[in-house]
């Protein structure tokens, strides 16, 4: 079964300092794949997809990430974190076709020190 | 500016009670759906629907009913056989065939539900 883990439940890195989120799927075929940010009380915003070609895609807010086949891993990556980045930030495969599902890892709780 | 609105923000329901929460796009997608959130369990998916006048179920649809009369609207009943249904509740859209076509699902900003 597709699925998708996140296993940091918090992080909290100080302002200016790089930022990896890591995110591993399970998916039999080619996955698509997103982040998406979430501030509280808010809906989620995407960040950036990969679909296919170039491992390495670029998003809003200066964020990247890198689809890496051999490790199910698809890590979020920021290299100087800005107090405005805190929130909470979901991983997600999406089984494509007809069904058009995504699925969701459990989020990762991002703070900012200043 | 397009987009998609839940409605209300808040909303509160009584034991027995069937709530209805709104949601309309004017993304002209076809696809939509209704997520419920719950802190430490990401997103799960309660009903889905790629055409207007069909929908699906999803993982947790047990407790809850939707129409999709309209392409443009999607509204979501939590009947009184949901026995927790306290939890934000997150509607999306997307194209029919969003991922092959590089669309992804965009989001609402949801409803509260809470329970009185």
């Known amino acids: 079964a597709q699925s998708v883990t996140q296993p940091d439940i918090h992080i909290t890195v100080s302002e200016g300092a790089s930022l990896e989120l890591r995110c591993n799927y399970s998916y039999g075929a080619t996955p698509y794949l997103f982040w998406y940010v979430q501030s509280p009380g808010q809906g989620l915003q995407l960040l950036l997809k990969?679909?296919?070609?170039?491992?390495l895609v670029q998003g809003i807010k200066g964020f990247e990430a890198e689809f890496k086949r051999s490790q199910s891993s698809f890590n979020l990556r920021k290299p100087s974190v800005h107090w405005s980045d805190a929130a909470e930030y979901f991983c997600?495969?999406?089984?494509?076709?007809?069904?058009?599902?995504?699925?969701f890892g459990t989020g990762t709780l991002l703070a900012v020190q200043p | 500016d397009g987009g998609i609105t839940q409605s209300p923000k808040y909303l509160f329901r009584k034991e027995g009670q069937n709530v209805t929460l709104s949601c309309e796009q004017n993304l002209n997608h076809d696809a939509m759906y209704w997520y419920r959130q719950d802190p430490g369990q990401g997103l799960r998916l309660i009903y889905y629907s790629q055409i207007v006048n069909d929908f699906q179920k999803g993982d947790i649809a047990e407790g809850y009913s939707v129409s999709r009369e309209k392409k443009e609207s999607f509204p979501l009943t939590v009947t009184s056989a949901q026995k927790n249904p306290t939890a934000f509740y997150l509607c999306?859209?997307?194209?029919?065939?969003?991922?092959?076509?590089?669309?992804?699902?965009?989001f609402g900003d949801g409803t509260r539900l809470s329970i009185l």
């Open positions: 990969y679909f296919s070609g170039d491992t």
């Open positions: 997600a495969v999406g089984t494509g076709g007809a069904t058009n599902k995504l699925i």
């Open positions: 999306a859209s997307s194209t029919p065939l969003g991922m092959a076509s590089n669309q992804p699902q965009h």
